[in-house]
Structures are given as C-alpha cells and as structure tokens.
C-alpha cells in the first residue's frame, strides 16, 4: 500500500509538492511559536529571591534646597528609626526587584557577561533577608577601600569558582576587592539569576523600611506628622511606596509583554494550522474526479478515505523530519533532548495529528456521496 501511496504521490508532484512545503512551513512557525509560549511561560512562574512583605520604600526631598540636605536626612532617618510602627531602617533603596544600572564586564577566558550594580548598607542586606555564603557583607570601611559583595553567579563568570573572597576585580578603570558572595539576586520574574555587584552606598533621601507586621496603615498615617518635625509644613516633596507595589508594577509590564506575546504566538499557530487545512481541502477537491474513478473500478469509500489519510500523513511526516532535522542542528542535540524543544515538538505532533483529521473528516464526507454521475462528469 506504502509504495502505491508513493506512486500516487509522485503522479501529483505539483500539489505534493506545494502540500509537503506548506506543511514543513507550518511545522517550523509551530514549534517556534510553542517553543516561544514554552520559553516565556517558565520565567512567568518562576518564584520571587525575597520576601518582600511589609517592606516600604520612602523617596524625600527638601522644597527649599537652601536647607542643609544632609542633616535632614540623618534627623529622618533617627526618627523613622525610633518609629514604634518600623521594625528596621536603612539608607538608599535596594533595587533588588528592578534595576536598569546593566554593565558589560569581561570575565573568565575573556568572556563578556552582563552585570547588575546595586548598592546598599548594613541595614539594607537585614531588611532584604540577604544571606551571606562566603565572607562578610558591606562595611563603612569599604566605601573608601573600594569593597565589594558579589553573586555566586558573578563569582563564576569572573572566576570560574563560586568562593572569590579576597580576589580582585577590575571595573571601569578601578580595582575593587571582594569581602563577601551572597545568595542569587533574581533581577524579576521573567530572568533567571543575575550576576550582581553590591557596593557600600548612601542614596540622599532615600530609604528602604521594615514596617512591623499588621502596623503598615499606622506607619502612612505618622509619615506626614515625622516629615513635618523635619521639614516643616508643606516644605517637602514625599513618594511613597510599598515593595509589593513597586513588584505589582514591574510585572505589570512584564504580563502585559507576555500577554501580547502569547496572544501573538497563538495568532500565528492558527493561521499555520487553518493554512495547513485549506490545502488539503484544496488538494482533495481538485481530485475528486480522480476518486470518483476509483470508486467506479470497485474501490470503497472507506478504502479513499484511507489513501487520502495516508498520502497526507507521508507529506507531514517527511515535513516534520525536515524541521526536526533543522531543529536540531540550530539548538543542538543536548538543548532538543533537554530543553522546551522535545516538548515543543512532541505539542506539535499532537495538533498536526488532530489537524489532520479534521483536515480529512470533513471532505471524506463528501467522498462518501461520491454516485456515477461525477465519473460521467469526468468524461
């Protein structure tokens, strides 16, 4: 039967033809768009690298700039300290969630990666729960000493180790001496890990806030009465945020971005897949003469229905081989074995089977009111 599909195939080698690149064209945009929605959906679920429950973020500026900044800021920070509602406090902003400062840097075997530069104090690594793995955290004394804190993940691209305590760096044309690695920093939810540089900083009016649990409301109502003793009345300009707002506004983004691209993706799946069942619609009604003369020699129904499922299942499977082929050779054997790939294709296999059916459903019933007067047509 095989070679008989075979020969029937190559008596219609325009529309086998045309059939086998349409399908191998729908196989490609398929597991690209899967393997896309696959790719995009894993960062989606990926958890959070800290607890960021009643944390707050505090933005201040004095209105008349001919008051001393710098005072202002210590004699805020002693009252938000001593706050019966704020658990602990810290100077600058820890810009763990997001954070826009990227650099190139050239690491182990001359490699170029991408790093985040954060910066933070004492008080900052205890509010954001950072652990240390190796070394010590941020000290006063490493402001001027150039000390810093590095991410396993920086670690290893640096140095091919994860343990680069009492080693040096190179960045922007200064040496800096690492005194610590802490645990993963994972810039959102969309990105895996991040290499992360932290230095010893103090942002001017700038503070990040542990509330006490359940004292969140009682600390925004006191915020206006502590930056009046301050500032002074209406002296002052405030943004205020929680941690979890600024996360919900960040991934705000990020789902609205992924939004668009599944919606894309799938957009492009059905084109693919309704192309792929207009041709064979086509291809079928094209040679209905030819199954009206076959039926008239003493083959069934069933039997043509049969070789139009089998001539359209060869072309797909040849179809298919062809992108697997391609497939494997852009993503290489380990990353089709083990990544998004093999689910993507296995996906992909599924919808074309069912595509296919439908694709040959619908005309076999038309096939099955096959009578003599379409062979007499084809006279």
């Not at 009252?79 to 182990?108: A, Q, W």
């Not at 003369?293 to 039997?303: D, E, H, L, N, V």
């Not at 229905?305 to 380990?334: D, K, P, Q």
């Amino acid at each position: 039967m095989i070679v008989h599909i075979f020969h029937i195939l190559s008596r219609n080698k325009i529309t086998s033809l045309l059939l086998f690149l349409l399908l191998s064209a729908t196989a490609l945009v398929n597991v690209l768009s899967i393997g896309g929605i696959m790719d995009r959906m894993q960062y989606f679920f990926l958890p959070r690298g800290y607890t960021i429950q009643d944390i707050s973020v505090l933005y201040v500026d004095a209105k008349n700039k001919d008051d001393a900044d710098s005072i202002k800021n210590v004699e805020l920070y002693n009252r938000l300290k001593v706050s019966p509602f704020v658990e602990n406090v810290s100077y600058s902003t820890p810009n763990l969630i997001y954070n826009y400062t990227r650099y190139d840097m050239v690491g182990y075997n001359d490699k170029v990666f991408s790093a985040y530069l954060r910066g933070g104090t004492e008080a900052m690594a205890d509010i954001m729960q950072i652990k240390m793995v190796y070394g010590r955290w941020l000290q006063v004394s490493d402001y001027s000493t150039n000390g810093v804190v590095i991410t396993p993940e920086a670690a290893i691209a640096l140095f091919n180790e994860e343990n680069a305590v009492g080693k040096s760096l190179e960045f922007q044309g200064q040496k800096y001496h690492i005194v610590g690695v802490c645990n993963s920093i994972r810039q959102n939810n969309r990105t895996d890990f991040s290499p992360s540089f932290f230095t010893y900083r103090k942002t001017a009016g700038a503070f990040t806030i542990r509330i006490k649990e359940g004292e969140e409301k009682a600390f925004v109502h006191s915020i206006e009465s502590i930056l009046t003793a301050v500032y002074g009345t209406g002296n002052y300009t405030l943004d205020y945020e929680t941690m979890q707002h600024q996360d919900h506004r960040v991934n705000q983004v990020i789902y609205t971005e992924l939004f668009q691209f599944v919606l894309l993706r799938l957009f492009i799946l059905i084109v693919a897949l309704l192309s792929f069942l207009a041709v064979i619609w086509y291809t079928i009604g094209r040679r209905i003469q030819e199954w009206s003369i076959r039926y008239a020699i003493g083959q069934s129904k069933t039997q043509l229905t049969g070789y139009i499922f089998l001539e359209n299942l060869v072309i797909s499977a040849a179809a298919f081989a062809m992108v697997l082929f391609f497939t494997i050779r852009h993503f290489g054997v380990e990353t089709f074995a083990t990544g998004f790939t093999l689910a993507a294709i296995g996906i992909n296999t599924f919808l074309m089977l069912v595509f296919l059916w439908i694709g040959i459903f619908i005309p076999s019933r038309k096939i099955k009111r096959l009578n003599m007067s379409e062979l007499l047509k084809s006279e």
